[in-house]
T-cell receptor, first 113, second 111 residues
Framework: DAGVTQSPTHLIKTRGQQVTLRCSPK?????VSWYQQALGQGPQFIFQ???????QRGNFPDRFSGHQFPNYSSELNVNALLLGDSALYLC????????????FGDGTRLSIL | DQQVKQNSPSLSVQEGRISILNCDYT??????FLWYKKYPAEGPTFLISISSIKDKNEDGRFTVFLNKSAKHLSLHIVPSQPGDSAVYFC??????????FGAGTRLTVKP
């Protein structure tokens, strides 16, 4: 039973570029949430996707966008990258409508030069 | 706007003793609280949770206490083991969609 998988594990980009991160949820899960974790901080909620729509959004600019596919996998896109976007990006999945906790992937480490 | 705070960045305890990790929150609308454990190069792993309608939940060596009037949450680990050494995150859920995390506490259990 595969857990949450994220790709790539590491990524280096330069300012102004665009990046796409990918996430496959745990088997049986239909809801995907994305988090940004800066060094020394806890994960910060970016947004959540359910039934291919953004259901909730945290305090992140429109440069951060996402998508969920019919197979429940998801992408996080960040445009016009800034140095401050350097962080660990975590994907978490859950089954919508229940109190079951979210399961996290190991994250994508994004470095902006 | 940090609604969930873990004021101790680190904690060191002796193997076999109790570890107590603390967490404070400000938003009374949180309905569910969770603790996650994180090892280096891995994502957070769910440990234990508690609903806002309860004041205690126990799972083996792990017990979470919730004091709603004080807006305070704590995780007790007893007895502590070296394998418990990790970063522990407190999280609070809002409306089933949005989780807010504390900055984490690094626990070191010494043999």
């Amino acid at each position: 039973d595969a857990g949450v998988t994220q790709s790539p594990t590491h990524l280096i980009k330069t300012r102004g570029q665009q990046v796409t991160l990918r996430c496959s949820p745990k088997s049986g899960h239909d809801t995907v949430s994305w988090y940004q974790q800066a060094l020394g901080q806890g994960p910060q909620f970016i947004f959540q996707y359910y039934e291919e729509e953004e259901r909730q959004r945290g305090n992140f600019p429109d440069r951060f966008s996402g998508h969920q596919f019919p197979n429940y996998s998801s992408e996080l896109n960040v445009n016009a990258l800034l140095l401050g976007d350097s962080a660990l990006y975590l994907c978490a999945s859950s089954f919508g409508g229940t109190d079951q906790p979210q399961h996290f992937g190991d994250g994508t480490r994004l470095s902006i030069l | 706007d940090q609604q969930v705070k873990q004021n101790s960045p680190s904690l060191s305890v002796q193997e076999g003793r109790i570890s107590i990790l603390n967490c404070d929150y400000t938003n009374s609308m949180f309905d569910y609280f969770l603790w996650y454990k994180k090892y280096p190069a891995e994502g957070p792993t769910f440990l234990i949770s508690i609903s806002s309608i309860k004041d205690k939940n126990e799972d083996g060596r792990f017990t979470v206490f919730l004091n709603k009037s004080a807006k305070h949450l704590s995780l007790h680990i007893v007895p502590s083991q070296p394998g418990d050494s990790a970063v522990y995150f407190c999280a609070a859920r809002l409306n089933n969609n949005d989780m807010r995390f504390g900055a984490g506490t690094r626990l070191t259990v010494k043999p």
